[in-house]
């Protein structure tokens, strides 16, 4: 299962916004109590569904292009 856990508003250096989404990956086990959740991997997509690396904080690479994008406040 998949979870949104972030959204960040980004933009490129020609002025171009993106939207980031960072997804949680949660990853289910069968406990004493039922079945559970833990939190997996995470990975980053652009809105419409892109592929997105994590460069720091507040940076991020557009995998097709390989644009560098930025948090805007």
């Known amino acids: 299962m998949?979870?949104?856990?972030?959204?960040y508003r980004?933009?490129?250096?020609?002025?171009r916004e993106y939207i980031v989404v960072e997804y949680q990956n949660m990853?289910?086990?069968d406990g004493m109590s039922g079945r559970q959740y833990r939190p997996g991997t995470k990975e980053l997509r652009l809105e419409h569904g892109g592929a997105v690396n994590?460069?720091?904080e507040n940076t991020f690479q557009i995998l097709?292009?390989?644009?560098?994008i930025q948090k805007v406040d």
């Open 2 to 7: 998949r979870q949104e856990v972030g959204r």
């Open 10 to 15: 980004c933009r490129g250096s020609d002025g």
């Open 27 to 29: 990853v289910a086990f």
């Open 54 to 56: 994590f460069i720091d």
């Open 64 to 68: 097709s292009t390989d644009e560098i």
